[in-house]
């Protein structure tokens, strides 16, 4: 072995032929040592397999697994996590030798020993490994790649019971995170880099696979509807929907006057965070290393005996924490009768939409794709001017496409209600209130201007858009990051929220770009402010290895003086002696770090959102502030989304009025909600008034100011149907029909999302 071991390291990594020839012989020396049925054994076999496996010799790749499956079947049984994984990789390498049959037979004889239960919930806590162990994710592997060939094959049914022991195996493992500072980090990294904990795979892939599969081999039974309200909510079960847990249990311990000891908690807890990032950079085993490790020790003591004061103080908080999923009954108690939840879920094979109300559950799944969706979710921001990026080729097109001077595509806008909504619209109908949730692109649409009935009349008529058939019309909408985050809303609801009418807003920085007014006009799709002419990189290392944006980079964006005149507005019917702006050179990232968030009702921000993925190096989206002379870690201009975060906000009501503070960026799998949404929950928002699109100067004075005099005008009135009825009044409004501006498109009426609950 010593010289083979010697002759191996002599050979390039290019020359496979001679590697192949000693890792042969490194097996056979192996066998005659060990045995030919012995577990080193297979490992060499599996070793010397991957040679084949990295050249796409999937005869011989699958020739040599299927002897070391053999051995560990006999040796470790059908239950081990070696066998599971060794199984899954001889089924890959048979299904691209084009044996699909012979891969999904084999699959299923080794799942066989892991049969049980009928029901998603049966099997996540009677069959599958409990926790995050090394089985449950072998498991969860090697029984999605048994569904996804049974299903291309056709053969939902025998797909069914595979997907669900993956489904649940996701389940049970992320059910064995506990409310830890080292868990949550666990969860973090594993939704940044699923690789690190699935070896491949996403958890919520596998939830989306058994989406499919039970849709398809026959979504009517009672069974198959519950198991999919589960999955769906699984699948919804982000950050965003974390954070709102976190804040909500966070106003619980306020209102049990547990506050203090909340605060104590995230101070230690940001405390042990530090010290876990430390430990990546220690040597292992070094003097240092143990030294951290017993200060770890110590914090994490101290941070238990919080939690237990904490649970003892408020009863409840660590299930607000990490809540549950909701089960049928659950949910039905959770909406009042003319209230409906609809979570639309897109997936390779189709897209879901399922509706809850008190009456039970409706669900569909439409023929049209992820992808499919995602190009038709991106036609219709283009039409609204939100921040975007498309081709060329696409903007010529589009810019062409529709009869008019200000055309809106209510063709697309059609399509799509008659795929995703009109096939649950019977459980819709007579509902007062609709919640939604959903995943990937089709987030960062307002589901108000889908359009419920096939449109007549040309696209870009003022009069025939006003006579159109909008979604936003037939209920109340409000969107929410998932159901359980209805649940912990009211489940804190009107908690430590100020009363009476006051106001802080930020807006209008001081920039150094051409002023710019926000919004489309006629053809003119360009964003807010002509784009964003900031440099490829925007950060710049400080001290250590801390990163800041690069005021000078920032300072280049265009001025927003119309933000100013959408604050004053709002300053006009709060009061003067209400309401504190910071406009100009006072709208510093600093000062809103320094201001008291906690005791006004009202927190307006109105500026460029810079949101992630729109440029090339930033990591997290922020709100662009007056940049400082320098930066620094307290101000740098950019106000990131964990600095949000990390906020103490009081306020009933945030508006954030910054291009696409609401949602994705249209990609598919984007977050159901931008990570702005989410950390303004986290810093204990109630609830958000977030943009799509940048808000057009022209009408956002009005929408936001006329929204609040809606709602003191009639107090019965719910902050969905207040703004349902201000974007009412502004489509109608026919003030700037001539000048290729007007407020009959949605560009105009419909930038904003109501984000939270229905009420304080």
Not at 272 to 297: C, H, V
Not at 330 to 357: C, N, Q, Y
Not at 389 to 395: A, F, L, M, R, Y
């Amino acid at each position: 072995m010593t010289d083979l071991k010697r002759r191996q390291s002599a050979i390039p990594y290019s020359e496979k032929a001679a590697r192949i020839a000693l890792l042969a012989e490194r097996a056979k020396l192996i066998a005659e040592y060990h045995g030919d049925d012995s577990v080193p054994h297979a490992d060499a076999l599996q070793l010397l397999a991957f040679e084949y496996y990295s050249e796409k010799r999937w005869t011989e790749d699958a020739a040599l697994r299927s002897r070391a499956l053999a051995i560990r079947r006999k040796l470790q049984g059908d239950r081990s996590s070696d066998t599971l994984y060794a199984v899954r990789a001889l089924a890959h390498s048979l299904a691209e030798d084009g044996r699909s049959a012979e891969a999904t037979k084999i699959l299923a004889e080794v799942l066989g020993a892991w049969q049980g239960g009928s029901t998603l919930t049966d099997v996540a806590e009677q069959t599958v490994p409990r926790g995050r162990t090394v089985e449950g994710k072998a498991l969860g592997m090697a029984a999605a790649a048994h569904a996804r060939l049974a299903l291309d094959n056709g053969d939902a049914a025998s797909a069914l019971a595979s997907s669900r022991i993956a489904a649940a195996s996701s389940l049970a493992y992320r059910r064995g995170f506990g409310t830890g500072v080292l868990d949550e980090q666990l969860v973090e990294l594993a939704e940044k880099d699923p690789s690190t904990h699935t070896g491949e795979e996403m958890f919520a892939e596998w939830s989306r696979l058994h989406a499919d599969v039970l849709w398809e081999a026959g979504p009517k039974s009672p069974s198959a509807k519950s198991d999919a309200l589960l999955i769906l909510q699984d699948i919804m079960a982000g950050r965003t929907s974390r954070a709102l847990a976190r804040s909500a249990a966070t106003r619980a311990a306020a209102a049990s006057g547990a506050a203090g000891l909340a605060a104590e908690r995230d101070a230690k807890a940001a405390e042990l965070g530090a010290l876990f990032a430390r430990s990546e950079s220690t040597k292992a085993g070094s003097d240092a290393d143990r030294a951290l490790w017993q200060e770890i020790g110590t914090a994490n003591a101290a941070l238990e005996a919080i939690d237990s004061r904490l649970a003892a103080a408020t009863p409840g908080y660590f299930e607000l924490v990490k809540p549950a999923l909701l089960d049928e009954p659950a949910a039905k108690t959770l909406l009042a009768a003319d209230e409906a939840f609809l979570m639309i879920v897109p997936t390779p094979r189709g897209t879901h939409s399922l509706v809850v109300t008190r009456g039970g559950v409706e669900w569909h799944r439409s023929a049209m794709t992820e992808a499919e969706l995602t190009r038709h979710v991106r036609r219709l921001l283009w039409d609204v001017g939100a921040n975007i990026d498309v081709t060329p080729e696409e903007d010529e097109r589009w810019s062409a496409e529709g009869e008019g001077d200000f055309p809106f595509d209510r063709g697309t806008a059609y399509r799509l209600y008659e795929e995703l909504v009109a096939p649950v619209s019977g459980a819709l109908a007579g509902k007062r209130h609709l919640f939604t949730s959903a995943a990937g692109s089709i987030s960062s649409l307002p589901l108000g201007i889908l359009v419920t009935e096939k449109p007549t009349g040309t696209d870009g008529d003022p009069a025939a858009l006003r006579a159109t058939s909008w979604f936003a019309d037939k209920a109340a909408i409000v969107q929410l990051p998932s159901l359980q985050s209805l649940q912990l809303l009211r489940a804190v609801a009107g908690a430590n929220i100020p009363t009476g009418s006051s106001m802080i807003g930020f807006g209008d920085p001081l920039l150094e770009g051409n002023a710019a007014t926000r919004g489309v006009e006629g053809r003119n799709r360009t964003a807010r402010g002509g784009g964003t002419p900031l440099a490829s990189n925007i950060w710049r290392a400080a001290s250590g290895e801390t990163e800041l944006a690069d005021p000078s980079a920032l300072r280049r964006l265009a001025r927003l003086p119309g933000t100013e005149k959408e604050l004053k507005a709002m300053e006009g019917l709060v009061g003067a002696g209400n309401t504190k702006l910071f406009l100009a050179g006072e709208a510093t990232e600093a000062k809103l770090k320094a201001a008291d968030l906690s005791s006004s009702s009202i927190l307006f921000l109105a500026t460029h959102g810079l949101v992630a993925g729109e440029i090339a190096d930033l990591g997290e989206p922020g709100l662009v502030f007056t940049p400082p002379a320098a930066a620094s870690p307290a101000d740098d201009g950019l106000l990131t989304a964990s600095e949000v975060a990390a906020l103490r906000i009081g306020a009933g009501w945030v508006i954030l009025s910054a291009c696409n503070t609401a949602a994705g960026d249209g990609r598919a799998g984007a977050p159901g909600l931008s990570g702005l949404a989410r950390a303004f929950f986290f810093a204990g928002a109630e609830s958000l008034l977030a943009s799509h699109w940048p808000v057009r100067d022209d009408v956002a004075a009005v929408l936001t100011v006329r929204l609040f005099e809606i709602l003191r005008a009639d107090s019965k009135l719910s902050r969905a149907e207040a703004l349902q009825q201000v974007e009412r009044e502004i489509r109608n409004d026919t003030r700037d029909d001539p000048y290729l501006r007007s407020w009959s498109h949605p560009s105009a009426w419909a930038p904003f999302s109501l984000i939270g609950d229905i009420s304080d």
